[in-house]
Antibody
Framework: QVQLVESGGGLVKPGGSLRLSCAASGFTFSDYYMSWIRQAPGKGLEWVSCISSSGGTIYYADSVKGRFTISRDNAKNSLYLQMNSLRAEDTAVYYC?????????WGQGTLVTVSS | QSALTQPRSVSGSPGQSVTISCTGTSSDVGGYNYVSWYQHHPGKAPQLMIYDVSKRPSGVPDRFSGSKSGNTASLTISGLQAEDEADYYCCSYAGSYTWVFGGGTKLTVL
């Protein structure tokens, strides 16, 4: 069965950096686009970034462009999100999701808290 | 990339039907037939319920249906059951390989 497990969340100071990971299993990871989606406390979902199956095509939401970098390692069945210059408004649960015709499988998320 | 507009909450009794609306613009909901709906029980992974406006993934009960008219999409849940109580989010393709979600609707089964 498809499984996505995020890790790497935690408490970080404003201006700091954090790298999230997502371990995928139960499907051929290298065949699928993948995305990061976040949910701030008490707020709705927000799409963050998407990467093609080969990693050659990448898209970002305007809110994170220039600060976040999505990447993947198909040999390790893993997706990553490098987050730099973090702000308080980046505080959220971050989900990784597989994309086919929609975001068809999600992980349970990892919490990132940006606070001094 | 403004969020799609959903009612904050809806409610219904077991066996009844409820409809959740999702209003966007001609640049997202109205411009593409790529609206999806997600059920989210807090603390769990969100689950895809509807994609491409009205298609159901395998395993999703046919009590869940989707539709769209103009810039507004809708999710209808018929024959409400206690386990349907959750948060529901709509999502639309917004062009240039970007997506926009709604603010979420809390469904309460009375």
């Amino acid at each position: 069965q498809v499984q996505l497990v995020e890790s790497g969340g935690g408490l970080v100071k404003p201006g700091g950096s954090l790298r999230l990971s997502c371990a995928a299993s139960g499907f051929t990871f290298s065949d699928y686009y993948m995305s990061w989606i976040r949910q701030a406390p008490g707020k709705g979902l927000e799409w963050v970034s998407c990467i093609s199956s080969s990693g050659g095509t990448i898209y970002y939401a305007d809110s994170v462009k220039g600060r976040f970098t999505i990447s993947r390692d198909n040999a390790k069945n893993s997706l990553y999100l490098q987050m730099n210059s973090l702000r308080a408004e980046d505080t959220a649960v971050y989900y990784c999701a597989r994309f086919t015709y929609a975001f068809d499988y999600w992980g349970q998320g990892t919490l990132v808290t940006v606070s001094s | 990339q403004s969020a799609l507009t959903q009612p904050r909450s809806v409610s219904g009794s077991p066996g009844q039907s409820v409809t959740i609306s999702c209003t966007g613009t001609s640049s997202d909901v109205g411009g593409y037939n790529y609206v999806s709906w997600y059920q989210h029980h807090p603390g769990k992974a969100p689950q895809l319920m509807i994609y491409d406006v009205s298609k159901r993934p395998s395993g999703v009960p046919d009590r869940f249906s989707g539709s769209k008219s103009g810039n507004t999409a809708s999710l209808t849940i018929s024959g409400l059951q206690a386990e349907d109580e959750a948060d529901y989010y709509c999502c639309s393709y917004a062009g240039s390989y970007t997506w926009v979600f709604g603010g979420g609707t809390k469904l309460t089964v009375l």
